[in-house]
């Protein structure tokens, strides 16, 4: 079997591009019995964008949700909180102790944040915390505890896999006496929908608030896609369907048959605001019945609770004695 695994940070309200980007293609791959998959709330990661507690909380509440609503099987999937499981901020030390600093200074989410400061005029550190610079590195322990084989992300995602390649290599080399400790992850992209565009066209993203949250209202969805911007082209003027971000949100919901016929109609000339109309009903199709489920699951916070602590004991498992091996292999071990 492959062991694949991903996470999600829990800081806002899960969106289609966390959807299509990395739950639906984890869920299609949970079922798969040649797969064993690790998925998790990152909620730790959370901690490095986000100091507002109820926020945080909510968050880990309604992404959990999710998972489930959607149909995660967790008799088959090991899914669990990555605060739950001490041996991962453990390990992290492991790994950070190992990982080159020079290295981490080219990590993107770092050097967003450096790069806006210079831009304007500031200490290139404000605001930069020890979290948000050895975020890959508490990434790579989630990724290497597990010696999971696949980790399917979104495309801004992949560099830190990368990451996690190179310090688990490392830590091989240092202390592994010929013999592999860590599997080295490969990063696995659903191409089509590697970047979900938001409202704007741009990535959609928390931090650029253009996304189009799962599990809204039927008048949240409609009021979203509403407001997803379009170009002036006059109902009757044939529309550009590959220049359209509507279009490619369409396309990673639909099935190649829909959209074959969306894209006659709209180089045939339909107006913007019917084919809005089109994707809104497609999106409610796709994800009604899932959002009866959610409101379920979310008003039932402690049968999550039992569930997420299901998961971690499940995934400790793994975890406790791995680690040992580890903490033995770094010279840590017992004077028994
Ligand atoms: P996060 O929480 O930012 O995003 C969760 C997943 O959703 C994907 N994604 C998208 N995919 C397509 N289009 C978009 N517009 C879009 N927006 C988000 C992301 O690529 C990601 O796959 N650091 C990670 C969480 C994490 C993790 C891990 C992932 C922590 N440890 C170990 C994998 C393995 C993050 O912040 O993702």
Redesign the pocket.
Known sequence: TTRI????????TP?????????RPAIVASRDPQMDSFY?L?DY?ALIKCDDPARIQRSRLEIAATWLALGLDTDKATFYR?SDIPEIPELCWLLTCVAGKGLLNRAH?YKASVDKNVEQGEDPDAGVTMGLFS?PV???A??LMFN?QK???????IQ??EM?RDIGQRFNHLFGKGKDLFVL?EVVI?EE??????LDGR????SYDN?IPLFGSAKQLKEAVARIVTDSRLPGEPKDAEGSHLFTLYQAFASHAQQAEFRVELEGGLAWGEAKNRLYQLLEDTLGEARERYNALIARPADLEDILLAGAAKARKIATPFLGELREAVGLRSFR
Do not use: C
């Open positions: 695994l991903t996470g999600i940070t829990t800081t806002g969106h289609l591009g966390n959807y299509a980007g990395a739950i998790f990152a990661h990555q989410a975020y508490l990434m790579a989630d990724i999971a980790v399917p992300v979104g495309r801004d995602q830190h896999v996690a992850p659903e929908v590697a970047t979900l565009p938001g990535k959609m993203s928390k996304t």
